[in-house]
Nanobody
Framework: VQLEESGGGLAQAGGSLTLSCVAS????????VSWFRQAPGKEREFVAA????????YYSDSVKGRFTISRSSARDTVYLQMNGLKPEDTAVYYC??????????????????WGQGTQVTVSS
């Protein structure tokens, strides 16, 4: 599986961006998909997830109510709609796929494949 993120860029605080993650090789239908982010000098952190089965969405407390993860009907693209952006959302955003159990959903080592990341910068 190869993953490629896009849609990052510069936004003002309160603005919006939509990130996309496209899978090649195999569709997302075989895996759960998550977004993580990593700010300079910080560890990679969980942002949002869609499990392999079902339609439940999971979010970190820091983005809940502002970000939305979704999957295209063809199940080959996953989106992260980011509204109400804050300067603290500035980071490189990565999509990842795997089959984590629920208790491991937020752990980066539970995922098999990663994209190269896309930079999101939010100015105040």
């Amino acid at each position: 599986v190869q993953l490629e993120e896009s849609g990052g860029g510069l936004a003002q605080a309160g603005g919006s961006l939509t990130l996309s993650c496209v899978a090649s090789g195999r569709a997302f239908s075989d895996y759960g998909v998550s977004w993580f982010r990593q700010a300079p000098g910080k560890e990679r952190e969980f942002v949002a997830a869609l499990r392999q089965t079902g339609s439940n969405q999971y979010y970190s407390d820091s983005v809940k109510g502002r970000f939305t993860i979704s999957r295209s009907s063809a199940r080959d693209t996953v989106y992260l709609q980011m509204n109400g952006l804050k300067p603290e959302d500035t980071a490189v955003y990565y999509c990842a796929v795997g089959r984590p159990i629920l208790s491991s959903l937020r752990l980066s080592n539970a995922y098999y494949y990663w994209g190269q990341g896309t930079q999101v910068t939010v100015s105040s």
